[in-house]
């Protein structure tokens, strides 16, 4: 099993960037190795989607939204998941989750990742 928890967020002016993090915690014999791992975001007033995906080889996926904008990265030996944003705008205002699944790979589906952290808020004002 693997626990989660997401830090980093905050607020900034549109066209700034932030860096969010999610170290992860794992229970033999699980380790870094074992998931796959993702971000996710949800505003107030929509659904959960995916943003980025990364695979245990280090193959990204991202949303049409943030393509050429957001970087999904992990450092296998922190343990941590990190998700760069630039050039933010207020639309990608939301509640930003890690997420990890052990079978499901590379996607940006809400129902294909089981272990998930709490979240952290990212505002940004025009």
């Known amino acids: 099993q693997v626990q989660l928890e997401e830090s980093g967020g905050g607020s900034v002016q549109s066209g700034g960037s932030l860096r969010v993090s999610c170290p992860a915690s794992?229970?033999?014999?699980?380790?870094?190795?074992?998931?796959?791992m993702a971000w996710f975001r949800q505003a107030p007033v929509n659904e959960r989607e995916g943003v980025a995906a990364?695979?245990?080889?280090?193959?990204?996926t991202y949303a049409d939204s943030v393509k050429g904008r957001f970087t999904i990265s992990q450092d296998k030996d922190k343990n941590t998941l990190y998700l760069q944003m630039n050039t933010l705008e207020p639309e990608d205002s939301a509640m930003y989750y890690c997420?990890?699944?052990?079978?499901?790979?590379?996607?940006?589906?809400?129902?294909?990742?089981?272990?998930w952290g709490q979240g952290t808020q990212v505002t940004v004002s025009s």
């Open positions: 990364i695979v245990k080889d280090g193959r990204t």
């Open positions: 997420a990890a699944d052990g079978l499901w790979c590379g996607y940006l589906s809400v129902g294909k990742y089981r272990y």
């Open positions: 794992y229970t033999y014999p699980y380790n870094v190795y074992t998931y796959c």
